[in-house]
Structure formats: structure tokens, C-alpha cells
């Protein structure tokens, strides 16, 4: 699976946009974009998967440009409650035999 | 509510005993993961089943095992437990035998072995 980087930690205010950026210099054709979000003691929920360009659902944005080196997850207006650690993971999602696995995520921290 | 159900929730047991951790799968999702969480290694990837079979093994000890039943529930043995094993552990499933569409997590079992 590709390797991924991101930052440890971020912190942010009640009400503003998040961006999350995650590096992944070394995607292959097949792979995936994912990501997952953990509050304590809880098992990762997904959030939104692509790959390319711009993907949007109701919790998140996803951001991938035309090389598919990095990407951003977007989180707008986040609440004390998107306070949690954001997983960026990248694989080819049709393989049935590489699961996923989970580096050391982002802890976002949002203050009120 | 998930839809993956683990059981027990909370576990304590003495080293050197031997624990079954349960997982029901999502209706529909034939392929099943553990992880196993602990504060200084991350999210750890056990082991995959997919309808019955072992898909994918990752950094699961020789004292773990697990097996997927015919009713797609899956169980996790962990035996002659150490102090280290305390953790939480993880199932998963998904539709298939990737990635796609994304893996759903239950709450997890928390193991303390003291």
C-alpha cells in the first residue's frame, strides 16, 4: 500500500473550515483515497473515499489534484464534536487481499 | 448503531488465560477484519475473512487465532494472554473482499489482562 504522510495534530475554532492534507507521493493507478475519523474508544467511521478531482458528500469534501500526490480533506464550519483523529488511507479499494491499514492519523482538535 | 456488533464490550481476565471475542457482521458483508488498538501501537491489522475464508494476515501473533462461521460471525481467540495484549480489539466488515465503499467498525471490545 502507498505510503501516507499527514500531520499529527491541528487545532481550530468552533465554525471554521478545516483542511487536511495528506501526501501520498507514491500512489499507484489502482488506489483508492480514504478516509476514516475515530473519537475515543470508538471504532473509525468512514467519511468519503475518490479518486480524482473533487468528491462531496454531507459530512466532508475531498480534494485531489491531477497528479494524485496529496489530498485534502475538507471538514466546513467544524463543531467541539468533529474533535477526533482523521485517517488518511490509500489502496486499491477492488483487491480482495489488502486491507486496510491505518497509519497514525491526524488529532484535530477543535476549540470553542 | 453500526450494524457490527462485538461482544463482550469490557473484558478483564489474569495472564495466561484464554478469551473469545465475537463479532457480528453488518447484514449483508461477507468479509470480516480484526484490529487490535493499543496506545502505543495504532490501529494494528490482524486478520481478513471473506465468506468463510482467510483473506489477508497481518501482524497477528502465534497465540491469536480466528475463524468465520458459515452464519458469517467471526471469532477472535486470544490465548495464554500477556500484559501487552491489553487493548481494544476491532472488527470491521464490508461487502467484499476490498476496500470499496468502505469498511464499517463496531464499538470494539476493550481486553484488560491483569
Known amino acids: 500500500l502507498a505510503k501516507t504522510t499527514q500531520p499529527i495534530s491541528m487545532d481550530s475554532y468552533e465554525g471554521q473550515e478545516v483542511n487536511i492534507t495528506c501526501s501520498h507521493n507514491?500512489?499507484?493507478?489502482?488506489?483508492?483515497i480514504t478516509w476514516y475519523q475515530q473519537f475515543p474508544s470508538q471504532g473509525p467511521r468512514f467519511i468519503i473515499q475518490?479518486?480524482?478531482t473533487k468528491v462531496t458528500n454531507e459530512v466532508a469534501s475531498l480534494f485531489i489534484p491531477a497528479d494524485r500526490k496529496s489530498s485534502t480533506l475538507s471538514l466546513p464550519r467544524v463543531s467541539l464534536s468533529d474533535t477526533a483523529v482523521y485517517y488518511c488511507?490509500?489502496?486499491?479499494?477492488?483487491?480482495?487481499?489488502?486491507?486496510?491499514?491505518f497509519g497514525k492519523g491526524t488529532r484535530l482538535s477543535v476549540i470553542a | 448503531d453500526s450494524g457490527v456488533t462485538q461482544t463482550p464490550k469490557h473484558l478483564i481476565t489474569a495472564t495466561g488465560q484464554r478469551v473469545t471475542l465475537r463479532c457480528s457482521p453488518r447484514s449483508g458483508d461477507l468479509s470480516v477484519y480484526w484490529y487490535q488498538q493499543s496506545l502505543d501501537q495504532g490501529l494494528q491489522f490482524l486478520i481478513q475473512?471473506?465468506?468463510?475464508?482467510?483473506?489477508a494476515k497481518g501482524n497477528i501473533l502465534e497465540r491469536f487465532s480466528a475463524q468465520q462461521f458459515p452464519d458469517l460471525h467471526s471469532e477472535l481467540n486470544l490465548s495464554s494472554l500477556e500484559l501487552g495484549d491489553s487493548a481494544l480489539y476491532f472488527c470491521?466488515?464490508?461487502?467484499?473482499?476490498?476496500?470499496?465503499?468502505?469498511?464499517?467498525f463496531g464499538s470494539g471490545t476493550r481486553l484488560t489482562v491483569v
Open positions: 475518490g479518486y480524482k
Open positions: 507514491n500512489i499507484a493507478t489502482n488506489d483508492y
Open positions: 488511507l490509500v489502496g486499491d479499494v477492488n483487491s480482495g487481499n489488502t486491507p486496510l491499514v
Open positions: 475473512y471473506y465468506n468463510g475464508e482467510e483473506r
Open positions: 470491521a466488515s464490508s461487502v467484499g473482499r476490498g476496500q470499496n465503499y468502505g469498511y464499517t
